[in-house]
């Protein structure tokens, strides 16, 4: 029995320490193209303002003013993009998310659907894009695809394609830092 306990602890110990090795070693590990893409996301956390437009013309959105709040959020593992536009009820919200060395980026839509996108960084260092994956939901009108570019500290450019049955619709934020 007490054998049995030894041999038990000693294995225990084992992998304890395997797991400390790991854990250590994932974190001294050179950052891949997708934790580099969140660390930039990150530095957009703040408020904006500014314009949204659209191609073709949305009359009920063109050229109207938009607020969009950008936060890290679970001990820095999530960014949360929220969005509210001069004259509309509704106020979706964005999770990013780093998911398996992916970027991946959840829109929980207006439209009653949940799309996901997987982002990368363009080679000019500035911009992110991501790329649709799959939808929960209705995909009748969805968010399809998404881009940031950020011009410096405080002037960023967010692209969102709609599909709105086979139509897509680009709406354009162009907006400045307020804090």
């Known amino acids: ?49 500014g314009t949204l437009t659209t191609t073709p013309v949305a009359s009920e959105v063109q050229n ?41 980026l959840t829109h929980y839509c207006d439209a009653g659907n949940r799309p996901r996108m997987i982002g990368k960084s363009l080679p000019d260092g500035k911009t992110l894009d991501f790329e649709f994956l799959d939808i929960a939901g209705d995909p009748h009108y969805h968010m399809h695809h998404s881009k940031f570019t950020i011009i410096d500290s405080g002037h960023h450019i967010e692209e969102w394609t709609f599909m709105a049955g086979d139509k897509p619709v680009l709406a354009r934020l162009d907006l400045q830092r307020t804090n």
């Open 64 to 104: 109207k003013h938009a607020h969009v709040t950008l936060r890290v959020t679970s001990m820095g593992n999530a960014f949360l993009h929220e969005m509210k536009i001069e004259g509309r009820q509704d106020d979706p919200i964005t999770l990013f998310y780093l998911d398996n060395n992916l970027l991946t």
């Open 1 to 49: 029995m007490r054998c049995s306990r030894l041999v038990l602890s000693v294995v225990l110990s084992t992998f304890a320490t395997a797991a400390f090795a790991q854990s250590d070693a994932i974190q001294k590990a050179p950052p891949t193209d997708a934790k580099k893409s969140v660390e930039m996301l990150k530095t957009l956390a703040g408020s904006w303002e």
